[in-house]
């Protein structure tokens, strides 16, 4: 039998006592971003639209308009765009189904004029209604390796049940899986009638998993650290999702929406710039330029420190044939960059699974 040391018991109590101190010491911003990355974060999204169609050619409109393929199964989502007639991206959104109502949610314009948007290219298509649920609601967003957790704990066990980009609906509230941090996410929208209630629920069941509420500028670093599209930032750039590295939010089939014309145009002329991500031992300024043995080469467009890494990571917007990760010939004034493959880091969320563990054993379930 192997002896145990009598301070063996402290282990667990001084390790506990080291987290507590490091949390205090920790900025706001950092100890959000630890959440998102280690725990769970919540946040109130009020930029997120989310227009509900009905009729009995709801489904018709969104094919006239969205650039991706309308083939949803009930409770399924779809990430693709609203495109302009130029092909440039003026909402990040999902396609949603729940039996015969559509939904789309997003990022980007304004709800009336996303709604206007959809009347007006509906063209001949008459027999459906789109009514913005941000004005009875408001949306929570809960991201986090843990996320599931705590949301079954307070909406309800249904919840762990539902797949990557699925919806449902909980008597009065819609609980959409997406999320953009690369972690477990999911956007829930309450009564606002009933939204303080939800959301002393979710601080009071939070406090066990550390539960950090996290602010734009610390979910916008999560969501580049992810790669995923940020329509505020990189999206400012006017480049079409060719360029963006988006071609997989398009049906390749589709030859009638707005923006269809000219993605055909630049499909068949070809197009020489290409998103891409980068990381830095140093920061470096959005619109510096990029060069390669004195050669410009593209330009930041986003970047910022990722704590998870220890540096900077960034999107870059390079020339052909620059634009391939794994590259490291690259100056940002004087600044060595690399082009690295995506996400930039290795997410929690990757390692967690709803079935077998918890936040409350994770010292257990990960070592």
Known sequence: MIACSPYAQLIPLWMWYCVKVRRILMTEAEVSYHAIRNSVAFAEE??????QLTGSQAFDALDAV??????????????TLLLDDT????????????????????????????ANWVTYHATGITDFSIVDLGESYDNLTIDGPYAWELCAEVFGPDILGLP??????LDAMFVFRAGRTGEYGYH????????????ENLLATGAAFEMARADESVRAQCVLESFFFDINREGQYHLTPLELQLQWRLSSQKTTYPGAEALHTLRHSGWTRRLTCFATPDPVNADAEITCDDEIVGHVLVAGYSPARGDCVGKALLNEPYWHAGLDAFQVGGIPLKTISTPAINNLSLKVSP?????????EDLS
């Open 46 to 51: 009020p930029e997120l639209r989310c227009l």
């Open 355 to 363: 079935y077998r563990h918890s936040f409350h054993t994770r010292a």
């Open 164 to 169: 990557y980009l699925g919806m449902l609906v």
């Open 188 to 199: 829930l929208l309450v009564p606002t009638d009933q939204k303080e209630r939800w959301v």
């Open 66 to 79: 969205c650039p991706c393929d309308i083939f949803l199964q009930d409770g399924q989502m779809k990430h």
């Open 87 to 114: 092909g440039i991206p003026f909402a990040d959104v999902y396609v949603c189904r729940e039996g015969e109502n559509a939904y789309l949610i997003g990022y980007g314009s304004g709800a009336d004029e996303i």
